[in-house]
C-alpha cells in the first residue's frame, strides 16, 4: 500500500469515529426508602423487577408537594470503597426541581407513570403516583457523571426537616451508539 493510500484510511477511520456518539449505559443495584425525621409524607414505595432490574411502585404524597418544600439531590461516586462526593448536587424549592432537572433528566424514564411533569401539575396534588418498567435513560448524563458505581439521593424537606426520599445506586457504563 502507497503512503497516500494510508493517509486516506487514517483520515476515514478517524472522521468516522467521530461519528460514534457516547452514552451511558445505567443498572439498577438498589432502591431503598428514605423515611421522614418525625414523619413521612413523601413515600417512595419502589421495588427491582426481573433480570433488567426495572423500577416498579409508587410514589404516595400525603400533602400537596408545592414551593414550601425543597428537593434536593446529592450525587455520590464510590472511590476506594468509600462513597465521595461529586459535583453534581441539587438543592430547589419543587416547581424549580420539576422544571430544572425531573423534566431534564428524569421523565423520560418514566413512561408508563401517571408523575406528573412540571409543565402538567406544579404544585403536584397528593395522592398514589405509579411507575411501571423504569428503565434509567441516561444518554444526557454523559457530561456529569462518572463511571462505576454512583449513589443519586433525592431527599424531600422543608426547614432543614426531612419527609421522605429515596435513596438509588446505579452502575454507570460508558455505551457506543
Known amino acids: ?9 487514517l483520515v476515514l477511520s478517524i472522521a468516522n469515529s467521530a461519528l460514534v456518539r457516547a452514552a451511558l449505559e445505567v443498572r439498577i443495584e438498589s432502591v431503598t426508602k428514605i423515611f421522614g425525621d418525625n414523619e413521612t409524607l413523601f413515600e417512595f414505595n419502589f421495588r427491582l423487577v426481573g433480570r ?9 404524597i400525603h400533602v400537596d408537594l408545592d414551593n414550601e418544600y425543597d428537593v434536593s439531590n ?4 464510590l472511590r476506594n470503597g468509600e462513597w465521595e462526593s461529586t459535583n453534581v448536587a441539587v438543592n430547589f ?3 424549580k426541581y420539576m422544571a430544572l432537572i425531573y423534566d431534564r433528566y428524569f421523565a423520560v424514564s418514566f413512561k408508563d407513570s401517571n408523575i406528573p411533569k412540571s409543565t ?15 428503565e434509567v435513560i ?14 443519586s439521593i433525592l431527599v424531600v424537606k422543608k426547614d432543614n426537616v426531612v419527609y421522605g426520599g429515596i435513596d438509588v445506586v446505579l452502575v454507570l457504563s460508558q455505551k457506543i451508539m
Request: with cysteine; aromatic share 8%; net charge positive.
Open 1 to 9: 500500500m502507497s503512503l497516500e493510500l494510508h493517509k486516506v484510511l
Open 52 to 60: 433488567q432490574r426495572l423500577l416498579n411502585g409508587t410514589v404516595i
Open 74 to 77: 446529592d450525587v455520590l461516586s
Open 93 to 95: 424549592k419543587t416547581c
Open 120 to 134: 402538567e401539575a406544579c404544585p403536584i396534588k397528593k395522592g398514589e403516583y405509579y411507575a411501571r418498567n423504569v
Open 138 to 151: 441516561a444518554d444526557n448524563w454523559v457530561q456529569y457523571t462518572k463511571l462505576g458505581l454512583v449513589r
